[in-house]
């Protein structure tokens, strides 16, 4: 199948694309045909998804080999911690007993390429200065936007240097120091600009080398005063470029990305049948971010951009006007994710023993693959608006459109209220709103 896109102009504004940049979009559309392929079987989505992981070794489709693929133990492990085959026995019961509240359960895993797909684009400088009373200065390429990078960039001179990271100090990123920076984007910002950071922090360890090895038991204070004295410069710049192979958008294939992030998600969540609402009651999330640079830090952006692509499939929804007029604007009519929001028990869990290769000390990209785990609350709530079909005599394949909104829950739960508002046929009246 080939598939040939065009842009083309509308009534509609134009939107700024965020955390994924169409893999959400993508994700969905896959996560919908192997729901409808589950359905047509008889079988559970996540028996659809299991047979059909990418397995070590595995070409793409654009024939690009899989290495180091740990989605398998993601997925067991989440399975495991979430205790998801007794947990939907329970689902089971509580729907079995319970006429106007359902449960549902879901698993999804993510397979994420980490790279930008411009070739010229996977590269970055630094700038470190170590300064004579042994304080040291770090500029880089990124931009700090919340998601910790100034941490980790401290973090990864801290270990090049063997310094605590108290002496370590981040200049706020400009072009005067570093020129020519890349956008920190395609959750590609702690590798390249760690590793720009890491290899200015050797080429300064080289320079200060001979200092410490004619005086081995001298303080880091007085290899730096030696070298200055000695009229060594202690400024350096470092750069890195990521050996990405590149696409060929021809021949519709080639090696597009440096390594593959993935992860698993379950979750519960339980719905109103005659109002809509739902609760997500329990999510367990096991991510593989290669040996971790900041725990901390990147269990904070999983939890963040899980709840992000919360927000995206089931609270935030554009509404138009037939002219084009944008209706859901500001907080009165616009929902994104508050705090009532977040799984009522949020369980986060690294995969331990899966370092990376191809990047700053066999760390992982966190940015953007959370995101994608979202899909697991969108389809636990189907399986529970499907609990809720069930009871009038309804089975098998139903459409549910992104976002799953209180509206559109409560008329996907078919009962004898819903059957006194029968859908209008198209051109019998004039649309108060359009939805994209």
Not at 97 to 118: D, E, H, L, P
Not at 323 to 349: H, Q, S, W
Not at 364 to 377: F, I, T
Request: charged residues 20%.
């Amino acid at each position: 199948m080939r598939v040939v896109g065009h842009a083309c102009r509308t009534n509609l504004p134009s939107n700024t694309a965020f955390r994924g940049f169409g893999g959400p979009q993508g994700v969905m559309a896959a996560e919908i045909y192997m729901s409808h392929v589950a359905d047509t079987l008889g079988i559970t989505t996540e028996e659809v998804r299991e047979k059909n992981f990418y397995q070590e070794g595995d070409l793409t489709h654009y024939k690009m080999p899989v290495e180091n693929c740990t989605l398998q133990r993601c997925w067991q492990e989440c399975s495991f911690r979430s205790q998801r085959e007794l947990r939907q026995k329970t689902v089971t019961d509580f729907n079995r007993q319970s006429r106007w509240k359902k449960r549902g359960m879901s698993m999804t895993a993510v397979k994420f390429g980490i790279a930008f797909i411009n070739k010229f684009m996977n590269q970055a400088g630094a700038l470190v200065l170590i300064y004579s009373d042994g304080s040291v200065l770090i500029s880089h390429a990124g931009t700090e936007m919340g998601q910790g990078l100034h941490t980790k960039m401290i973090q990864v001179a801290s270990r090049a240097l063997n310094l605590p990271p108290e002496r370590i100090h981040i200049s706020e990123t400009s072009t005067d120091k570093v020129p020519n920076s890349q956008p920190s984007a395609a959750s590609m910002s702690s590798d390249l600009n760690g590793m720009a950071v890491l290899d200015a922090c050797q080429t300064l360890i080289e320079r200060l080398r001979p200092f410490k090895e004619r005086n081995p038991k001298g303080t880091w204070e007085d290899w730096v005063l030696s070298a200055y004295f000695e009229k060594v410069s202690l400024a350096a710049s470092g750069f890195h470029a990521s050996p990405v192979k590149g696409f060929d958008w021809e021949k519709g294939e080639g090696e597009p990305f440096m390594y593959f992030s993935y992860g698993a998600a379950c979750s519960e969540v339980e719905i109103d049948c005659l109002t809509g609402d739902h609760t997500v009651l329990r999510t367990d999330i096991v991510k593989d971010v290669g040996s971790s640079l900041n725990p901390a830090i990147d269990i904070g952006q999983i939890e963040g951009g899980f709840v992000q692509g919360y927000g995206l499939l089931t609270l935030e929804e554009l509404r138009y006007s037939p002219t084009g007029a944008l209706y859901t604007r500001g907080p009165g009519m616009y929902k994104i994710p508050g705090f009532t929001d977040i799984p009522v028990e949020f369980n986060v869990c690294l995969l331990t023993d899966s370092p990376n290769p191809k990047a700053v000390y066999s760390s992982k990209a966190v940015g953007e693959p959370p995101l994608m785990l979202a899909p697991s609350v969108f389809f636990a709530i189907k399986n529970a608006i499907a609990a809720a079909r069930a009871e009038v005599g309804l089975k098998g394949t139903f459409r549910l459109d992104s976002p799953a909104t209180s509206e559109r829950i409560r008329m996907a739960c078919t009962d004898q209220f819903t059957q006194k508002f029968p859908a209008a046929l198209p051109g019998t009246f004039k649309p108060w709103e359009v939805r994209p």
